[in-house]
C-alpha cells in the first residue's frame, strides 16, 4: 500500500481511503502552458528591432556583422541574430576643461607656443560614426583614438604659431589647420569616426602674472595702433598740401624754362642781326655796340669831344647822339672832322670813342 501511494504520488495521483480513488492534478499543466507562451512572446518581441531616424545598426548573424542603415521596423532571427545600434548624430567633448562643471583640465590645455611661452587653450571636438559596423569592430574605443588624435594635432600646430596668434588674429588660421591635420589621421585610421568640426573656446595665459603682462602687451599694442592712425591721417593731411607745393613749383620752373628758352631765341636772333650788319659796315657796328653796352654799364656816363677851336659836342647818351636834331648831329661830325682835320690824331678821334679821348688830351 505504501508503495503504491508513493508510486501514485510521483504520477500525479493522490490516493485516498486506501488506494481505491485516483485523481490528477492540474498545477503542471498550467505551468508548462505559461512557461511555453513566455518563450513564444520572448521570440516575438525578441524577433524584431526598430531603427530610429538618427540611428544605424549592426546585425551580427554567427559573428558576420553587417549594417543596416534604413530607418523603421526591422526583424532578425532571435537568439542566432544580434543588434547593435550606432547613434549617428553629431556628438561632442571638450579638451582643457570638464563640460559637467566648466573646471579646468591643464593636463590637456597647457601647451607651449613657437616663442616658448606657456598658454591654456580650450577647444570643442564635433563628431559623428561615420560607418557603425567599423566604429563597433575597427577599434576597440574609437572615441578615445579620435581623443589622442585631437590632442596630438593641436599640441603640433600651436607649438608652430606664436602666442600672440593663439591669443588674437590666428585662432581661424589655427582651427582650419587642426581640422585638416586630424581628417589626414582619420583617414590613415579609418576607425568609422568622422570629425565635423574642432573650435577653440578659450586661450589665456597659464598664470595672473603672465595674463596682466599680456594685458600690458595688449594695451601697448593698441596704443601703437592709435598713434599709427595718427600718423596717417596726418600724412594724408600733409601729402596732398606738399603735391600741390610740389606742382606749383614744377610749374613755375617750367614757365621760367619756357621764359628763358624764348629770351635766349630772341638774343640768338638778336645777334644774327646785328651780325648781318657787322658785316656790311663793321666800324659802325663797333661804335654803336660800344656805346650800348657803356650804356649799360655807366648809365650816367657822358661823352664830350671838344674840337681844337674850342666847341664842345655831346657824343654820348644816345638819346643825344641818336635822338637829336639833325644840325647838333651834323655839328658833331663836322667838329670831329675839323678836329681830325686839326690834329695829327683826329683821324683816331673820328673813329672810336677811345680816339677821341686820345685826341682831346693831345689837343689840350
Avoid: W
Amino acid at each position: 500500500m505504501n508503495g503504491d501511494s508513493f508510486r501514485n504520488k510521483r504520477n500525479g495521483f493522490e490516493t485516498m481511503d486506501g488506494g481505491q480513488s485516483k485523481k490528477p492534478k492540474s498545477g503542471g499543466r498550467i505551468t508548462a502552458l505559461a512557461v511555453i507562451v513566455l518563450v513564444a512572446l520572448v521570440c516575438v518581441f525578441n524577433a524584431t528591432y526598430e531603427i530610429k531616424e538618427q540611428e544605424q545598426a549592426v546585425l551580427i548573424t554567427f559573428g558576420k556583422a553587417q549594417a543596416v542603415t534604413e530607418p523603421g521596423l526591422h526583424f532578425k532571427i532571435p537568439f542566432i541574430q544580434q543588434v547593435r545600434k550606432v547613434n549617428t548624430t553629431i556628438q561632442g567633448f571638450a579638451i582643457g576643461y570638464n563640460l559637467a562643471n566648466s573646471s579646468a583640465n591643464q593636463d590637456e590645455s597647457l601647451m607651449i607656443t613657437s616663442d616658448f611661452n606657456f598658454i591654456d587653450v580650450d577647444f570643442y571636438v564635433e563628431y559623428r560614426y561615420s560607418d557603425p559596423v567599423k566604429a563597433l569592430y575597427a577599434s576597440t574605443n574609437p572615441l578615445a583614438i579620435l581623443g589622442n588624435i585631437s590632442q596630438s594635432c593641436i599640441r603640433s600646430v600651436i607649438s608652430s604659431y606664436t602666442v600672440d596668434d593663439v591669443l588674437t588674429t590666428g585662432k581661424n588660421e589655427i582651427q582650419a589647420a587642426i581640422k585638416e591635420m586630424i581628417l589626414n589621421r582619420l583617414a590613415d585610421q579609418d576607425i568609422g569616426i568622422q570629425l565635423v568640426n574642432i573650435t577653440i573656446q578659450d586661450s589665456e595665459p597659464p598664470t595672473v602674472e603672465v595674463m596682466e603682462a599680456f594685458k600690458a602687451v595688449e594695451t601697448a599694442k593698441q596704443g601703437k595702433e592709435t598713434l599709427l592712425n595718427n600718423a596717417n591721417k596726418y600724412r594724408n593731411q600733409q601729402l596732398p598740401l606738399a603735391q600741390a607745393q610740389a606742382d606749383a613749383i614744377i610749374k613755375d620752373a617750367e614757365a621760367k624754362k619756357t621764359e628763358r628758352i624764348n629770351e635766349a631765341t630772341a638774343q640768338v636772333a638778336r645777334f644774327n642781326a646785328m651780325y648781318e650788319e657787322y658785316i656790311k659796315n663793321p666800324a659802325v657796328t663797333r661804335q654803336r655796340m660800344f656805346y650800348e653796352a657803356m650804356e649799360e654799364v655807366l648809365p650816367g656816363l657822358k661823352i664830350l669831344i671838344e674840337s681844337p677851336s674850342g666847341s664842345v659836342q655831346t657824343v654820348y647818351p644816345l638819346d643825344s647822339f641818336t635822338g637829336g636834331n639833325d644840325s647838333s648831329g651834323a655839328n658833331g661830325t663836322s667838329g670831329t672832322n675839323s678836329t681830325g682835320n686839326n690834329s695829327s690824331t683826329g683821324g683816331i678821334g673820328s673813329n672810336s670813342a677811345s680816339g677821341n679821348g686820345n685826341g682831346n688830351n693831345q689837343d689840350s
